[in-house]
């Protein structure tokens, strides 16, 4: 991802800047790990031993961000400098080795990362020795990433920007587009044509990469990865490429683009879904599955994981699971039979009835459920205001999950249990 808005550079500077200093690098790798009830104190020990307080300031940031880190990037976090622009927009490092597999895969030696950022990418790339030439347009993040990636010999980092990046320089291209704006006050953009660089630009890369003005065909795609927008449209992309909707522990983090020899054959769209137990993909071809015709509510309803939506794969998961659908706007499956699958979340149901607040307060008071998960689709009603309106803590210790949604046509209330398998990684939503 791209460097933080210039407005920001100078606080960026200021946080990084005394710990590039040997010295000040040091001091750094010499604190104990970061807590923030000690934080005060920590600093005010430093300052006492004789340290400027802009050398404290930095080490007290980085730390707090080293700690934030080890979320993303494991036991990497203890040995990186990072700015908070930086780390929010950084691939965590399971999803950047998924990333770098693809190349690896398809035989790839060399990787420009473009849009470096901190190097969550290119460290992943080096760790499967690939050649990787890490470019960011700020100065800032390219001394973060220099530092963060000097474990890896194959790796060297420069300034520049995606624009002017030679593609011959190497076999494959990584790319991160800015998806806020840098002028002003910053925002989500969701025209890709406002990412930086738009998409128009990242597709012609890919042609030049491809070798378009080769012999052959002219939409030829090239080895190019792009990590775009979940909410990307995917009939805004080339036919011939491969769109990769991602989900980690049930969020959707990106949507990638896979060029040339990158994409899997036969597969325009596909849903990575990455939960406990590893890895799920799902895809589809050419030719899309048509989503299932409604269909009463049987025994059992689940809740597809949005990359599955996101990619439009809600036909080849209903195909699997026997299921149809409860409307034909809402994304609910439901089935007479129990199928365990890393798609969708499986409930049992319970019971079921029109919405109306008198109807379910005497239902949740006659049968105890006081413990509730609140889901909701096709509604209006917003879980946490339901609950603040039910106060269910007051009719007892048992639980269940609460689905409100449409059934042919009709506001309702559907009673259900987590099949067992997929109940601790259930959420409000």
């Not at 979940?230 to 491969?242: F, N, T, V």
């Not at 249990?417 to 997929?422: A, I």
Request: aromatic letters at 4%.
């Amino acid at each position: 991802m791209p460097s933080p808005r210039s407005d920001d550079a100078d606080a960026a500077l200021a946080a990084v800047e005394p710990v590039l200093h040997p010295a000040g690098f040091a001091l750094l790798n010499a604190q104990p790990p970061y807590r923030e009830q000690e934080a005060l104190q920590r600093g005010s020990a430093l300052r006492a031993a004789g340290h400027s307080p802009e050398l404290v300031s930095a080490v007290m940031t980085q730390s707090r961000l080293r700690a934030r880190a080890a979320d993303k990037f494991g036991e990497f976090a203890a040995g990186m400098l990072l700015t908070p622009h930086g780390l929010e927009q950084a691939t965590r490092l399971p999803v950047a080795a998924l990333h770098a597999r693809r190349y690896q895969r398809a035989g790839i030696s060399s990787v420009a990362d473009l849009g470096c950022g901190i190097g969550g990418d290119a460290m992943a790339m080096a760790g499967l020795d690939l050649e990787v030439l890490a470019v960011d347009r700020d100065p800032v993040t390219v001394a973060v990433a220099t530092v963060n990636l000097r474990p890896f010999p194959t790796v060297a980092v420069r300034l520049g920007s995606a624009e002017d990046h030679d593609p011959t320089l190497t076999e494959g291209i990584w790319l991160d587009p800015a998806r806020r704006t840098t002028h002003g006050r910053s925002r989500r953009v969701h025209d890709p044509e406002e990412y930086e660089p738009p998409l128009s630009a990242v597709l012609e890369m890919a042609r030049r990469l491809g070798g378009y003005d080769l012999p052959g065909d002219p939409d030829r795609l090239g080895p190019l990865g792009a990590k775009l927008g979940p909410g990307i449209d995917r009939s805004a992309l080339p036919a011939q490429a491969e769109v990769q909707w991602l989900s980690f522990h049930g969020q959707v983090l990106e949507a990638t683009l896979w060029c040339g020899p990158l994409a899997q054959p036969g597969v325009s769209s596909s849903a990575l879904v990455i939960d406990r137990a590893g890895a799920h993909q799902l895809t589809g071809g050419e030719e899309p599955v048509p989503d299932p015709e409604p269909g009463a509510l049987g025994d059992h309803l689940y809740e597809p994981d949005g990359a599955v939506i996101r990619a439009g794969l809600i036909g080849h998961l209903a195909r699997s699971l026997e299921a149809r659908t409860l409307d034909p706007t809402i994304a609910y499956l439901t089935s007479d039979r129990r199928t365990s699958t890393p798609f969708a979340r499986g409930f049992t149901v319970r019971d079921v009835m029109p919405f109306g607040m008198k109807r379910l307060t005497a239902y949740l008071r006659e049968h105890r459920l006081g413990v509730l998960e609140i889901k909701k689709r096709g509604t209006a009603v917003e879980p946490d205001e339901l609950r603040r309106s039910l106060r269910p803590r007051r009719f007892g210790d048992e639980s269940a999950t609460l689905i409100l949604t449409r059934i042919a046509g009709e506001q309702s209330v559907i009673v259900a249990s987590p099949h067992r398998e997929d109940h601790a990684a259930g959420t409000d939503s």
